[in-house]
């Protein structure tokens, strides 16, 4: 077998249709019509004007969060406490936002600077794994996992302790903010927030533009690869993944702001709906490439949507997006590794 | 045991590795395998020992066809092979990395594995300890463990691909007094090399490749002439040494100490005047690449201090990228590990080592520069050719191409490693130039001939002893090899103490 574009193209369609068909036989195995429910996904996430707007508004925190972990991943780190950062960028946003709600500013003046400060808590989160692993030997998948609980930890003590409801504390999370202090909806849509549509996409030109144009995005490439090479050819090591490192702890905190702001208006238990592991999942399936990543994250998010109806219509569980998104990314992955193995084989052989 | 191979062919895409090689050994017989880089040696001996399946061909051992088609089989039917890197197990003990390959029950029996391991290392006369890491061993030692492990895993077949690079004339010495031991027992052995005089001091017939085709069979005596026409059609130019005037200090090493793993070194001083070539000499892990990576700032001295430039500007305790800023540069021996990054592009190298500035990267200025750099070193490879696509000879180009200029002063750990004789010559021929423009150069080497070579003058370590800078010209192999062995440093001594 040779390396072209065509069996390479060949190879992911094949894995898209095995994970169908294992997700299909899963489905029939719970005793459901797996086409029905493949159809009830597709009408759930493009049937009608506000789905699809619901689609984009879940697009967004993943799009975001996908984006920074492109940067970690381009410099070699497995950058697994996303999770909190994402919660610490809701943390330090709802922070802002409950400062300043009665300060009688103008309301798009805080909103700026709720965003501002869920960056800033994002970043502090990931420099906190990044200084774990340089100056601690911390690995930073372990670093990162401890770091989630932690995060978790504070977000539930904040909403049942200093920031509960007045009265009684609640799963539902803390009280929502005054109506002023959303981000503005775009009109004819219940959700959908343009700015923040506009953060994302701006986002991942940004670190498109970056991995593939600049010398810095070449430098990070360069000690993702071979640290100690990198070294020596005169490139700052522990400098550049700490650089990384704080680049998607921006990106995870605007995802977290995202969420307050633009998603929940409150900081709620579960506030990173598990945006950073997808967006693990989005950036391995497509392969660490950022020119892929808005479409196939647009694709999660409209499984995530479109599963949503399925509890009601078809009595099943919406994870069945899930069941999807990861038996996609583990075919791909297995296509790949099978790929290359076939690959390695015919340069032995011919 | 009688090795036969007939009709070997193998091929990697539009490349004939192996072209229709056919040849015997007969027992007892230490067999060179002569070629340069790329002839198609490692190939024909992967085959032989099972790591790569030949397209066609068959193997005889004693006349009978066998099947190889992993290591393992290879060893079943008593072929062992010691790789250029010993495959071994740095992490583990000795003696388990010993009984790895045993075929056995559940639990390994160590304690008739380390009595085996105790007598047949007693056999050779080798000390290893069966109890410390391999990672604490050098590599002559991780050698002879893996040669033991062959012989005790029932080894009749001993293939050895390069085995003296990287060890000391000391240890070469003990594995050819090993190797003539076992083949006077019944044993074949494939010495693969491109260093004439092992074959020659070792061999008793000597086969050569080239360009993946088999040139012939020479017996004793050889003609070195003829071999070296066989093996590059052609007969290399030798170069001759010119004396260089001595410039201003680049490098004042100051009663420089040392803590390595498991040596130290006390009091260096050393100066190294511009244009000037400085050679470490000394048996592998005696010192001379702590010393040389001190020199650079990527390790740090305990003691003394360094000073850059005739200023005497002084670095001591500064990162290696301080002292890269000052003109000095590094070139590490492990050149895909440590130097150079697999997966980028030759083009991505350059733009990294000039350091460009702006923020979006210039694409054409780039490639042109990567284009130039190309042909000035005569790579053999394009701008977008990734390095790990490269052969060794043209990494090791690659890797002079990167160096900036000017330079003060050029570290390099073993810089003609693995490399042919033409590669050798022409990486020397640019670093000469280098020195031409004033540039000093600090190498090690275990190649007494290329540290009596090029070298102005020469340190000599020994277990953690350095001698003082002793000039080329006062030196030859027998007496170089004598001080690397650790011989005659009280003489040095005395003669310190009369000048």
Redesign the interface.
């Known amino acids: 077998m040779r390396d072209t574009r065509t069996n390479r193209i060949l190879f992911q369609i094949g894995a898209i249709l095995f994970a169908l068909i294992v997700t299909t036989l899963v489905l029939s195995l719970a005793g459901a019509q797996p086409f029905a429910a493949y159809k009830y996904i597709m009408l759930g996430a493009v049937g009608s004007w506000d789905v699809v707007s619901n689609v984009l508004v879940s697009w967004v925190p993943l799009l975001l969060a996908t984006s920074g972990l492109l940067v970690t991943f381009t410099v070699g780190l497995w950058n697994i406490g996303i999770e909190g950062q994402i919660t610490l960028g809701a943390i330090f946003t709802t922070w802002a936002m409950r400062l300043l709600q009665d300060s009688g500013w103008n309301p798009s003046l805080i909103l700026v600077i709720a965003v501002l400060a869920g960056m800033l808590g994002g970043t502090l989160w990931a420099l906190l794994a990044g200084a774990l692993k340089t100056f601690g030997g911390v690995n930073e998948i372990f670093g990162g996992l401890g770091l989630n609980f932690v995060a978790t930890a504070l977000n539930i003590w904040l909403i049942f302790g200093p920031w509960k409801r007045p009265g009684v504390a609640s799963m539902s999370g803390t009280l929502p903010f005054d109506r002023s202090l959303w981000m503005p909806i775009a009109a004819g849509s219940s959700r959908l927030t343009p700015a923040t549509l506009v953060i994302a996409i701006v986002g991942i030109i940004a670190v498109y533009a970056t991995i593939e144009g600049t010398y810095f995005g070449l430098k990070l490439k360069a000690v993702g690869r071979n640290p100690k090479s990198a070294y020596i050819l005169g490139i700052p090591t522990w400098q550049h993944m700490m650089a990384s490192f704080a680049i998607c702890g921006v990106f995870a905190g605007l995802a977290g702001a995202v969420q307050v702001t633009a998603v929940y208006h409150r900081l709620i238990p579960s506030i990173s709906s598990g945006y950073g592991y997808l967006g693990l999942m989005v950036a391995m399936l497509v392969g660490y490439k950022a020119s892929l990543a808005a479409p196939v994250a647009l694709f999660f998010a409209a499984l995530n949507v479109g599963s949503i109806q399925l509890p009601i219509i078809l009595k099943l569980d919406s994870s069945l997006a899930g069941v999807l998104q990861g038996t996609l990314v583990l075919f791909v992955i297995l296509g790949q590794g099978v790929r290359t193995k076939l690959l390695k084989k015919t340069k032995v052989s011919s | 045991m009688q090795v036969e191979l007939r009709g070997i062919t193998k091929?990697?895409?539009a490349l004939r590795a192996n072209d229709n090689i056919s040849f015997t050994v007969p027992p007892s017989t230490i067999e060179g395998i002569l070629g340069e880089n790329g002839a198609g040696k490692s190939t024909l001996m992967k085959i032989l020992s099972g790591f790569?399946?030949p397209?066609s061909g068959d193997i005889l051992l004693d006349g009978e066809k066998v099947k190889i088609d992993t290591p393992a089989d290879a060893i079943r039917q008593g072929i062992g092979m010691l790789h250029q890197d010993p495959l071994d197990f740095p992490p583990l003990k000795v003696i388990d990395d010993f009984i790895l390959g045993e075929k056995g029950g559940l639990l390994p029996n160590r304690k008739r594995a380390s009595k085996e391991f105790k007598e047949l290392s007693a056999r050779f006369d080798f000390s290893i300890d069966p109890e410390s890491y391999v990672d604490t061993l050098t590599v002559g030692e991780r050698q002879q463990l893996e040669i033991l492990r062959l012989l005790w895993l029932g080894a009749r077949v001993l293939i050895l691909d390069e085995p003296t690079t990287g060890i000391s004339l000391p240890q070469k010495e003990k594995l050819f007094a090993t190797l003539k031991k076992l083949a006077a027992e019944g044993m074949t052995i494939l010495f693969v090399s491109h260093k004439l005089e092992d074959v020659e001091a070792l061999c008793s017939r000597a086969t050569v490749l080239r360009q993946g085709k088999l040139i012939g069979t020479m017996e004793l005596p050889f003609a070195t002439k003829a071999l070296v026409e066989m093996m590059f059609g052609k007969e290399m130019p030798q170069e001759s040494k010119t004396q260089l005037k001595m410039g201003m200090n680049v490098l004042n090493a100051k009663h420089i100490d040392l803590d390595g793993v498991r040596i130290q070194i006390k009091g260096v001083d050393l100066q190294v005047h511009a244009g000037e070539v400085i050679g470490l000499a000394g048996m592998e892990g005696s010192g001379q690449t702590l010393f040389l990576s001190a020199c650079a700032g990527l390790s740090q001295p305990v003691g003394g201090s360094f000073c850059l430039d005739e200023e005497e500007k002084d670095m001591t305790g500064q990162t290696?990228?301080e002292f890269?800023k000052k003109g000095v540069a590094?070139l590490?021996a492990a050149r895909?590990?440590?130097?150079?990054?697999?997966?980028?592009s030759l083009t991505?190298?350059f733009?990294?080592?000039e350091?460009?500035r702006?923020?979006?990267?210039d694409r054409k200025k780039a490639e042109d520069l990567a284009k130039s750099r190309i042909a000035l070193y005569n790579i053999k490879g394009r701008p977008d050719s990734t390095v790990e696509s490269l052969s060794g000879g043209n990494q090791q180009r690659a890797l002079l191409a990167?160096m900036r200029d000017p330079l003060k002063l050029i570290l390099v750990e073993h810089p003609t490693r693995g490399l042919d004789v033409e590669s050798t010559i022409y990486i020397w021929g640019k670093l000469k130039e280098r020195c031409a423009n004033g540039t000093a150069i600090v190498f090690i080497s275990s190649d007494l001939d290329e540290i009596l070579k090029y070298s102005d003058r020469v340190l000599v370590f020994f277990a953690g002893r350095v001698t003082p800078p002793l000039n080329a010209s006062s030196l030859n192999v027998e007496r170089l090899g004598r001080l690397i062995g650790g011989k005659d440093w009280d003489m040095l001594e005395t003669e310190a103490a009369h000048a």
């Open positions: 091929c990697f895409g790569y399946s397209d290696y990228h890269r590094y590490p895909l590990e440590q130097a150079l990054i697999p997966g980028l991505e190298h733009i990294l080592s350091g460009m702006g923020f979006f990267i990167l």
